[in-house]
């Protein structure tokens, strides 16, 4: 064996041992977590919406990584996107009443008389 491909040997060997063993987590898929500025960018809800929202539990919940970041998952806000797209196209989402523009103070609309 020459010089060069001991040193090699060597090498690997070190290099193997010094690599953490991660533990086998099967066929678990890896899930994905987004922080607050990217969910914004998928939901363009305020953060006290999303906030109120998620204490509703009408949300996906977020969680804390370190105590101070918060992240939510991905493939939940994914969900929930869907099932709230599938429930607008079903009627199934109540809109809010349109405000009655002659009752505001300032500029109010006055009704036609005929």
Known sequence: MDERQQNSDARSARESQALPVLPHTGSRPVRRTIRRTQLREIVPLSATTIYEMEQRGEFPRRFYLTPRCVVWDLAEVETWLEERRRASEAGKIET???????????????????
């Open 96 to 114: 809010a009443p349109a405000p009655d523009v002659r009752l505001r103070r300032t500029r109010p609309v006055k009704l036609d008389r005929e």
